[in-house]
Structure formats: structure tokens, C-alpha cells
């Protein structure tokens, strides 16, 4: 019974932490870059739209704010790993650091800005969880379908290209390093739209907000594109389970505390459960991969199927 | 079409592991010439290619397509002049993007990409047309991703995608050598065929002297970073391959040495 009080709550935490995860899908699949500062632009995200909250701006200006503030912090990752060649990851790393003093002084020098849920006219809030699970819901599909489309366009297919396989894209004139920055600066900007929706749910913004967002993001994109690449391997099936893992993550985790775990051991779970994604399939091939029978006619084969 | 001038290119300078592999390297191509490209281990033939394609600045000399000076142009951007095909069959395609997707990337290579559809109705009948030239079967895989293809069919892919919007110049490397004979042969009557029905101009490096021979309107041969030998016309469809190796021994003062020649007769 217990479980099923929490389970709204799950679900709604599950999307927007979803939304987070569908940034660090484009960095981390479409990209092909462990994109390290979404730790920050999630944080940056609530905290503009917080603090934009308080500032008495309407809720659609301070989620298009805290989208385009993401989307600079992207920009910058990616200018540090393109421009100045600094490894993807210690960028995303020095973007992070940045950011946390960022943050800081957006808040105003406190850890914690609350929003007035009274005078504010929210999207989303915990105190009505199926409101906030339609009101993220909306946003997820929306964001689904732009990036559907966008990626079926000639900067999107390039974009797609550019992390598969960064050297035809050169030598078909794609300037794949503009592209990277493109891509971190979508990524970033969807990061922090989650952390507007989730200052929002939560009603508030904290400094803290955010710290191992990319391991709960990969977490979500393992889990859930384990049960949509066997459905059906294509784009918008991928980005629907990346949602579908959030969810599915939230549940253990509300699942995880119920069973009596102390909260302080939870981002170890959370690191537990990517670094177990991560092994699995290694493993697999490591150590259960069965020789198979060498087939009659095994020769130097692949000559009738040029 | 293409002018190099005294070309030259060290890579490691100031080490142990220093190795001069381009040493004031002329070359001038007329517009629709196909020159096939041999030479011995480490002679620079991929370098040369490389330095045309933009990979990194050459350390002196210039290189000129059609009368533009591109030595300075980062590769996206000189993109637009060249067809390239590679060596390695999975490094000239995106391998999880659908055929359609790689041809229309390649379609616009050159222009300047912008958020309209990327690739258009009609496009995919004028792929489809252009993939059943190839004979492979491909033309109703459009939407396959181009991973699921064998070492062969995307190197004919690619070739369509080097080719599909005329490049002053198409750079080929070694492209069939990772090919089995069959299959090979197969990709390089291809390559003909779109060569010489598109009248390309065509750098083509192989390490098949015969094809070197049958293939073309001029030969040339590369020894520690130069040409060293460079025949075309009537004398270069008498030669053999004896006279080929002698020519090399002559200009080059040593033995013609090249693994993959010596193991491919």
C-alpha cells in the first residue's frame, strides 16, 4: 500500500529526471560524448527558472531562460573541446566546476531559493502529482517530436553523422566541429529544461540540485533502451524507453527507500546500477560467449556477397 | 585540375621517430585524367592524398584545385572539390544511418546545410535509379542502415557518395584492397564505369599493378615522398609489369618493396 502512495510521486520525478536523460541521450548516444557538465546546466536550469520565479516573470519566460542558460553552458563545453582541443570529458568536467559558482551567484550567495507556490503559477507541483505527470508528459512529447523532426533535417542528419563517424562527415563537408557545439547546446538546453521542471515539482532550487545527474541519466538511457532496441530499434522508440527508464529508475528507487535503505546510500545505488549496465554486456562477450561449430565451408567467405 | 607544388610534409620533426613522407612533391593533373598510383612501403601515397584532402597543413608547398589555392582550407570546407573513398570500408559511411541518409549527407556536400528536410521525395527515386547501376541489389535497401552492408557494398556506396555530386577530383585509396579478388574486381569496374562516364578526374592509389596498367591515362610511381616515374598515353597501355618494376629500379636506384604488391599476384 505503501507503494502504491508513492508511485504518482515516482512517475512524476521519473519524467522530468526522463527529460534529463533524453539530453544525455543526444550527447552520450547520438554524439558519441560522455558530456559530464549536465550535472551543472540541470542545476543552472532550476536555478534560473527559480530565481526568474521570484523576479515575478510569467513560467514560459523563465523555462525559455532557463533553456537557453543550458544551452550557453553546452556551448561552452563544447567550445573548450573543439576550439581549445580539451578532452570531451575533462571539459564537461571544467563546465560543471564553472557552473557550480555560476549557480551560486544566480541564487544570490544561498544554497536554496524557494518558489511561492502560492503566487507562482506553475506548470507542475508535488502537491498534485497527475497534473504534474500530463503537464511533464506534454513537455516530453513535444520536445520528442521537435527532435524527431530536427534530426530528419540537413543539420540534423549531419549532426547524426558527426558522432558516427566524425571522418566521412569531414570529407563531406560537415564542419563537425561546429556540429559537436550544436549538439551540446541541444543536449544542455533540454538538461535544463528538466531543471526548471524540477524546481518546479520540487518548489524549490538548491545548489546542490543535480549532483550526479549524468549517472542517473545514463542510468535511465541503459534501462531503457534495453527494452526498446529489442521492440524496435528506431529514434523516437529510443528517446519514449529512455523516458520509460527514468520512470522505471524513480520506482526503484521510491521501491529502494521503502525497503528501509538509508537515503545516503542512494547515489552509490545509482552508481552501482550504470556501472552494472556498463559490465554486463562486457561480460557477456568476456566470459559466457560460447565458441561456435565451425560451419562446412567455412573458407574465405564473403565473395558472392559483394 | 590539380597543381602541387614542392609539397612537403614531416611527421615527428625533432625526434627519433621523424619520417620525411612527402619530399617536394609536384604533381599537375589535366582536367579529366585518371592516374593510377603506385609505390613501395611508406613512399607517400596516402600521405599525398591526405595533404589534398586537407587532413593536416603540409609543412611547405601548396597545393591548387582548380585554380584555387586551397592549402590553407580546413578539410570541411575543400570538402566540396573532392570524392574520397577509403581503404577501410567502414570509415567512408555512417554505419547505424540508413543508406538514404548517408547519399543525401553526401548529396550536399558543398552547399550550406540547413533545417529543411534531408532528404526529399524525389531524391530517394533519383538513389534508387543510381543504386541499381551499382548491380548489387541495393536499390530497394534504401532504408537499410548502411552497417547491415557487406565490406563491398559499401565501398560501392561510398563510391556513389564520393561521386553523387561531381567532385572536381575523386581521391581513391587503396579502395578495394580490403576486398576479397572477386569482390574487387567488381568494385573497381565500377569505379571505372563512373569514372569514365562522369569524365572525373581520378586519383587512384592501388597496390595492384596490373590493374595500375589497365586502369587510367597515366601512371605514376612514388618513392620516399616524390614521382619518381610518370607515363601516360600509348606508353603506358604497352607497358608490363616487368618494365614496370625495371622503370621503378631505374629512377629509384633500389628494389621495388611493397608487401601487399608481393603478396597480390
Redesign the interface.
Known sequence: MAFLNVLPGAISEGLIWGLMAIGVYISYKILDIADLSVDGSICTGACVCAVMLAGGNPIWLCMLVAILAGALAGVLTGLFHTALGIPAILAGILTQLILYSVNLAILGGKSLIAIDIRSADLLLHMSNNPMAIVSAGLIIASTIVVLWL?F???????I??TG??P??????????NLNKVIGLAISNGIVALAGALLAQYKGSANINDGRGAIVIGLAAIFIGLSVSLKIKPNFVCSLIGVIGGGIVYYIIYNFVILLGLKTDYLKMLSAIIVALFLAVPYLKTRYFTKQKPIPINAG?G????? | MLKITNLQKTFNPGTVNAKTALAGLDLTLKNGDFVTVIGGNGAGKSTMLNAISGVWKPDYGTIEIDGVDVTNMPEHKRAKFLGRVFQDPMMGTAPDMEIAENLGIAARRGTKRKLRWGIKKTEREEYKKLLATLELGLENRLSSKVGLLSGGQRQAVTLLMATLNRPKLLLLDEHTAALDPKTAAKVLEITNKIVTENNLTTLMITHNMHDAIEYGNRLIMMHEGKVIVDVSGEEKKKLTIPQLLELFEKASGSEFANDKVMLSK
Open positions: 530536427f530528419y533535417t540537413e543539420v540534423g542528419l549531419t547524426k553523422s558516427e563517424n571522418h566521412i562527415s569531414r570529407a563531406q563537408g560537415v564542419n563537425v574465405n564473403g565473395g558472392d556477397n559483394a
